[in-house]
T-cell receptor, first 114, second 112 residues
Framework: GDSVTQMEGPVTLSEEAFLTINCTYT??????LFWYVQYPGEGLQLLLK?????DKGSNKGFEATYRKETTSFHLEKGSVQVSDSAVYFC?????????????FGQGTILTVHP | SQTIHQWPATLVQPVGSPLSLECTVE??????LYWYRQAAGRGLQLLFY??????ISSEVPQNLSASRPQDRQFILSSKKLLLSDSGFYLC???????????FGPGTRLTVL
């Protein structure tokens, strides 16, 4: 079945540092890939997505590129801020499921210090 | 634009009491609707999904149930809560034919 593996963390960075959160996946066919962010006490917000190989999703300075050859979708940001502290989830949905099942990674806690 | 609401935001209930959590979506028709639970360990577990009124599918057996009495309303219920039902419950929706789910603000349930 489908699965998503992301680095466990927690990840602790200083403000303005470079961020990478690794995400790899296993799926049949060509899944759509997502990054969601969850701020403390809140629901999940869609951060970015990509639907086909070599697509780059971007939002709020975050980027991730759909790499079919390495089955990866790593999240990057060039300069993090304290306000980026949150839990980040990588997820996929395969085109074969009729109800759009989302498969999530376990989440990565990011803490950014001033 | 579409919005999704959940209530209550927080709930503290004794073991053995009933439960009703509500989720409503505005600004769309015939959405797919989902209930997830997030335990303290961060992972998300899909509990139920619905592709239409009265159509409910369960992903995991448990003492919870779900109903969809109206097109944009999704309710999570239990007759008798267990300690293990504590967690953060998230509702999500997706437009038919698209691939992106959008989440509500969540309900924090504590069973004592």
């Amino acid at each position: 079945g489908d699965s998503v593996t992301q680095m466990e963390g927690p990840v602790t960075l200083s403000e303005e540092a470079f961020l990478t959160i690794n995400c790899t996946y296993t799926a049949t066919g060509y899944p759509s890939l997502f990054w969601y962010v969850q701020y403390p006490g809140e629901g999940l917000q869609l951060l970015l997505k990509a639907t086909k190989a070599d697509d780059k999703g971007s939002n709020k300075g975050f980027e991730a590129t759909y790499r079919k050859e390495t089955t990866s979708f790593h999240l990057e940001k060039g300069s993090v801020q304290v306000s980026d502290s949150a839990v980040y989830f990588c997820a996929l949905t395969s085109p074969g499921t009729s109800y759009g099942k989302l498969t999530f990674g376990q989440g990565t806690i990011l803490t950014v210090h001033p | 634009s579409q919005t999704i609401h959940q209530w209550p935001a927080t709930l503290v209930q004794p073991v053995g009491s009933p439960l009703s959590l509500e989720c409503t979506v505005e600004g769309t028709s015939n959405p797919n609707l989902y209930w997830y639970r997030q335990a303290a360990g961060r992972g998300l577990q899909l509990l139920f999904y619905s592709v239409g009124i009265g159509q409910i599918s369960s992903e995991v057996p448990q003492n919870l149930s779900a109903s969809r009495p109206q097109d944009r309303q999704f309710i999570l219920s239990s007759k008798k809560l267990l300690l293990s039902d504590s967690g953060f419950y998230l509702c999500a929706w997706k437009a038919g034919g698209t691939d992106t789910q959008y989440f509500g603000p969540g309900t924090r349930l504590t069973v004592l």
